[in-house]
């Protein structure tokens, strides 16, 4: 098993989909996480009571990460629980599915001020409050290489917290923290599934080298091992998980 046993670990996004099974499978493994939500109050509670039921534990702890307070309280609240935190994992994130002409100033600015600046913030507090031999795990996405029509804006947001991925693992590296991010593939979550047909959902599908798209329990345990000890000479780098994802 992968040494995360008393691991303190922020989960972003944590209340439902990937982020939860993430939340789940690092407490299972041992760790205390913290499920963070933004606005899903009984949806978090019920992966922090999912957790205390197998054994595990987990504190429920609401911030919008695109704001820098809420993401100061966020590490407050960590630590005042736990006393420290060793790993991050920014899975909070927004999908706006649009052709580039059709997208609007307000469809581009949640995108970024969700997806980098969320993913911004949380790093820039974790360079002086992530405990030394820490983790921070980023999430991008596969689609950034097939260039499918509509996801412009959404590809462009993880282009960018790849390239902060590798730039913070070089400076935060004298700490002894490792730094790198995990692409999913189309995944069965509501973020992904909402407003797409079978046949859009079967067409994506059709992408990977097993004719599916993924499941959350495809992603948790690689974020698991990415958290553990066992992986700390992985840095700066960008992990596919999309099944051969074209």
């Given at each position: 098993?992968?040494?995360?046993?008393?691991?303190?670990?922020?989960?972003?996004?944590?209340?439902?989909?990937?982020?939860?099974?993430?939340?789940?499978s690092l407490a299972q493994a041992?760790?205390?996480?913290?499920?963070?939500?933004?606005?899903?109050?009984?949806?978090?509670?019920?992966?922090?009571n999912n957790i205390v039921a197998a054994g595990g534990q987990a504190k429920a702890v609401q911030a919008d990460v695109s704001k820098p307070a809420d993401v100061d309280r966020l590490f407050d609240e960590a630590i005042a629980a736990y006393g420290r935190v060793d790993v991050l994992v920014n899975n909070a994130g927004i999908m706006?599915?649009?052709p580039l002409s059709e997208?609007?100033?307000?469809?581009?600015?949640?995108?970024?001020?969700i997806n980098v600046r969320g993913t911004f913030n949380t790093m820039r507090a974790a360079?002086?409050?992530?405990?030394?031999?820490?983790?921070?795990?980023?999430?991008?996405?596969?689609?950034?290489?097939?260039?499918?029509?509509?996801?412009?804006?959404?590809?462009?947001?993880?282009?960018?917290?790849?390239?902060?991925?590798?730039?913070?693992?070089?400076?935060?590296?004298?700490?002894?923290?490792?730094?790198?991010?995990?692409?999913?593939?189309?995944?069965?979550?509501?973020l992904f599934t909402n407003g797409k047909s079978d046949k859009v959902i079967g067409r994506l599908a059709a992408l990977s080298a097993f004719n599916r798209i993924g499941e959350p329990s495809d992603i948790a345990p690689v974020v698991?091992?990415?958290?553990?000890?066992?992986?700390k000479?992985?840095?700066?780098?960008n992990i596919g998980l999309n099944g051969a994802m074209a």
């Open positions: 098993m992968s040494t995360v046993k008393n691991k303190i670990v922020i989960v972003t996004g944590a209340s439902r989909g990937i982020g939860a099974a993430i939340a789940q041992g760790a205390k996480v913290i499920v963070n939500y933004a606005g899903s109050r009984a949806s978090a509670e019920e992966v922090v706006i599915v649009k997208t609007t100033d307000e469809d581009f600015t949640r995108q970024f001020d360079a002086t409050r992530l405990a030394d031999n820490g983790t921070i795990i980023n999430f991008s996405t596969s689609v950034n290489r097939p260039m499918l029509p509509g996801y412009a804006t959404y590809a462009a947001t993880k282009s960018a917290v790849e390239q902060l991925t590798r730039v913070f693992a070089k400076e935060v590296g004298k700490r002894n923290i490792n730094v790198n991010s995990v692409s999913p593939g189309p995944t069965n979550t509501e698991t091992f990415l958290a553990s000890d066992e992986a000479w992985i840095s700066a780098q």
